[in-house]
């Protein structure tokens, strides 16, 4: 059975940072393109950041840029460091199996999704 396990989310003061875990199982993460992707309240979902399967491409929002890092590790895992967090970046944070445009220039998601993690930033 294929799936997804986000963790890390919390609540952090603005400026601070958080590291979301995405765990697979059932299945090897490094076959496929993985994204995060997230969704406020009253927002529509959006991607933040993808990683390709292959040579290690990679896709930031611009709103994330220069703040949020995808890596991947050797325990099938994805992880998104994210810093400077400000109040625009709390939702729920999920991840997903994903498919990158030409150059890592669009992020969609497919059909394998986690749970997602809260991220919520406040002072």
């Known amino acids: 059975q294929i799936q997804l396990v986000e963790s890390g989310g919390g609540l952090v003061q603005p400026g601070g940072s958080l590291r979301l875990s995405c765990a697979g199982s059932?299945?090897?993460?490094?076959?496929?393109?993985i994204g995060w992707f997230r969704q406020a309240p009253g927002k529509e979902r959006e991607g933040v950041s993808c990683i390709s399967r292959s040579d290690g491409l990679t896709y930031y929002t611009d709103s994330v840029k220069g703040r949020f890092t995808i890596s991947r590790d050797n325990q099938n895992t994805v992880h998104l460091q994210m810093t400077s967090l400000t109040p625009e970046d709390p939702a729920v944070y999920y991840c997903?199996?994903?498919?990158?445009?030409?150059?890592?220039?669009?992020?969609?998601?497919?059909?394998?999704w986690g749970q997602g993690t809260q991220v919520s930033v406040s002072s």
């Open positions: 997903a199996t994903a498919v990158m445009g030409p150059h890592g220039s669009t992020c969609r998601a497919l059909a394998h």
């Open positions: 059932g299945f090897t993460l490094d076959y496929y393109d």
